[in-house]
Nanobody, 125 residues
């Protein structure tokens, strides 16, 4: 089992920044690809960014490219999402996810093994 706990959400004005963190515990963190997903009210969950075990393969959704940065620290069992130039349309609950397969994280989130409970990000206009 892998336990994931997100933190760092909150209310920010458009153009501002937030840094989300996901702390992992349980199995060997470095065995897992990690992803950030989000779900806005009335919308489907969508992938935001993903990173493979050694940070050698990073994926961003087109909607966040150039604004968000995903990173991980395997020694600290943590993955972060730095979000800059936030827009009202970034408002959502953000979830951290873990799976042994980067392909699964980026293409088949319904099959991802582990999920956190989410943290709410609200961007005001």
């Amino acid at each position: 089992q892998v336990q994931l706990v997100e933190s760092g959400g909150g209310l920010v004005q458009a153009g501002g920044s937030l840094r989300l963190s996901c702390a992992a515990s349980g199995r060997t963190f470095s065995n897992y690809a990690m992803g950030w997903f989000r779900q806005a009210p009335g919308q489907e969950r969508e992938i935001v960014a993903a990173i493979n075990w050694n940070s050698g393969n990073i994926y961003y959704a087109d909607s966040v490219k150039g604004r968000f940065t995903i990173s991980r620290n395997n020694a600290k069992n943590k993955v972060t999402l730095q979000m800059n130039s936030l827009k009202p349309e970034d408002t959502a609950v953000y979830y951290c996810a873990a799976d042994r397969s980067m392909v699964t994280v980026t293409t088949t989130p319904s099959h991802v093994d582990y999920w956190g409970k989410g943290t709410l990000v609200t961007v005001s206009s």
